[in-house]
């Protein structure tokens, strides 16, 4: 059974850091392009990030450039997304996806690419 397992989540004052993992079982991660994802409560889901299958491709959202970072370690059979100077309205709860097919050389933050997600972990940003 494909599962992606969320976890790094928790209650981080404006400012802080905090890093995500994402990791699988069941499957081989580093064969999948993996894509970040959020939704706050009251709000749609948004994209995030993604890396392509071999970590050479990373894409993120105008709204956390240049304060997130994804990377993959496949030997962990884990991805990462470090998220750096957080305000509060980056409160959500975070999900990882994989995508739907293996192989790809890069990856798209549209959440239409992505096929199994995970149960998501709650990032609070708060003083």
């Known amino acids: 059974q494909l599962q992606l397992v969320e976890s790094g989540g928790g209650l981080v004052q404006p400012g802080g850091s905090l890093r995500l993992s994402c990791a699988a079982s069941g499957f081989i991660l580093d064969g999948y392009a993996i894509g970040w994802f959020r939704q706050a409560p009251g709000k749609e889901r948004e994209r995030v990030s993604c890396?392509?299958?071999?970590?050479?491709?990373?894409n993120y959202a105008d709204s956390v450039k240049g304060r997130f970072t994804i990377s993959r370690d496949n030997a962990k059979n884990t991805v990462y997304l470090q998220m750096n100077s957080l305000p509060p309205e980056d409160t959500a709860i975070y999900y990882c996806?994989?995508?739907?097919?293996?192989?790809?050389?890069?990856?798209?933050?549209?959440?239409?690419?992505?096929?199994?997600w995970g149960q998501g972990t709650q990032v609070t940003v708060s003083s």
């Open positions: 996806a994989s995508d739907r097919f293996p192989g790809r050389a890069t990856c798209n933050i549209d959440s239409s690419f992505y096929a199994s």
């Open positions: 890396i392509s299958s071999r970590g050479g491709m990373t």
